[in-house]
């Protein structure tokens, strides 16, 4: 029960396999798988309210899709190990000691993913964005499961993270020749030296998940980080795949089927995601582009509108306070003539004007 890390001077002398609750078993794998999924699906809905979206959407996709990836892990685990279920059916079932491909977990969530959303009329590629973080998340933790079950190792080694796990802890399948001829004895038990490929793997989807992360902000279009993550972990597993030993093969050939799934993707979505990249910039850059020319257009043809009508506008002279001196002169005398024309009420002016008319009336009539 024990597992041991000679470079880095730590020695594990008891790790379990399960533990038991009131009687009932629970496989520490199992356990978690599951909180890798809570604490995925709780990323993902939290990061669907930061982003205004409705996070009941993202449970019901998640739970269906959950369940589909279940089946489609043990389908596609079982179709690539058929020998060690053609002479007992009843074990497809027993899925308590692991027996999962992820790959076919991932095709499983993604057709369910796709129905859900098509019958839904949700963005499948917007929503894929999101549930990647939840997926790596899910993964840095479920990968730890493979600790604990003794499987999902490297070839042998001797570096510094080699891990020491007793033969008989482990299956006879996994163990390659060179381990056997690098047995290790220690206080009676025999350990093959192996890599921790299950510690490789949960450390990559730790650093996509902070690049992703880092990326969400940046993203130029729907469904850039679902290809990105398919992208890159296509890589770290394409490397992993090729270090394990408990490969699963195309039936009848001497072709790794998780190896040849992640370069297929590496080659896929690479070019896929930076041309698509590229082209969304120069878009954007040309609609900027178009976009102030027809704001310099547009202010241009204001000044010209300005420009125009001033020249047609006619100069309004404003009245001054104050008349010239000339005007002042003309207005005098013009009153001084109106003066001298009306003498005679200068000359009477200490008569009424009642008795002015009466002695014009009567020398009116003396010159009749």
Not at 73 to 87: A, D, M, N, P
Not at 202 to 209: H, T, V
Not at 250 to 274: H, N, R
Request: glycine residues 8%.
């Amino acid at each position: 029960m024990s597992i041991r890390f000679p470079g880095i001077n730590l020695v594990l002398d008891y790790v379990p396999r399960a533990f038991q609750i009131f009687g009932m078993e629970f496989t520490i794998y199992g356990m978690l798988i599951a909180v890798g999924a809570l604490l995925g699906m709780g990323l993902v809905v939290l990061e669907a309210g930061r982003n205004h979206e409705d996070q009941n959407k993202y449970l019901d996709m998640m739970i269906l899709s959950l369940a589909a990836s279940v089946v489609g892990s043990r389908l596609f685990y079982v179709i690539f190990s058929w020998e060690l279920y053609q002479g007992n059916l009843r074990t497809i079932f027993d899925v308590r000691n692991g027996g999962y491909a992820f790959y076919g977990g991932l095709l499983g969530g993604v057709l369910a993913a796709t129905l859900f959303c098509r019958l839904a009329k949700l963005p499948f590629w917007q929503m894929a964005d999101t549930v990647s973080l939840g997926l790596l998340l899910g993964q840095v933790v479920g990968r730890w499961g493979n600790f604990f079950n003794r499987e999902s190792f490297g070839e042998y080694t001797d570096g510094v993270l080699t891990m020491q796990l007793p033969i008989s802890a482990v299956r006879s399948g996994e163990v390659s020749g060179a381990m056997r001829d690098n047995l290790l004895t220690i206080d009676g038990v025999s350990f093959i030296q192996v890599q921790p490929v299950f510690l490789y793997e949960s450390l990559w989807c730790l650093f996509l998940l902070l690049v992703l992360l880092a990326l969400r902000r940046k993203k130029r279009y729907q469904g850039e980080l679902f290809m990105w993550y398919l992208a890159g972990y296509g890589l770290g597993r394409f490397v992993c795949e090729w270090l394990r030993t408990d490969k699963l093969y195309i039936p009848g050939t001497s072709v790794d089927i998780s190896l040849l799934i992640s370069g297929v993707l590496v080659v896929v979505f690479v070019p896929i995601v930076t041309v698509r990249r590229v082209m969304v910039k120069k878009r954007a850059d040309i609609r900027k582009i178009h976009r102030e020319r027809v704001f310099r257009e547009e202010e241009e043809s204001r000044r010209e509108h300005k420009s125009v009508d001033k020249k047609t506008e006619e100069p309004v002279e404003k009245p001054s306070e104050k008349p010239p001196v000339q005007e002042e002169e003309t207005i005098q005398e013009d009153k001084i003539q109106g003066e001298t024309d009306n003498w005679e009420n200068l000359e009477y002016a200490h008569i009424p004007s009642q008795w002015r008319k009466s002695s014009d009336k009567a020398s009116e009539k003396q010159e009749e």
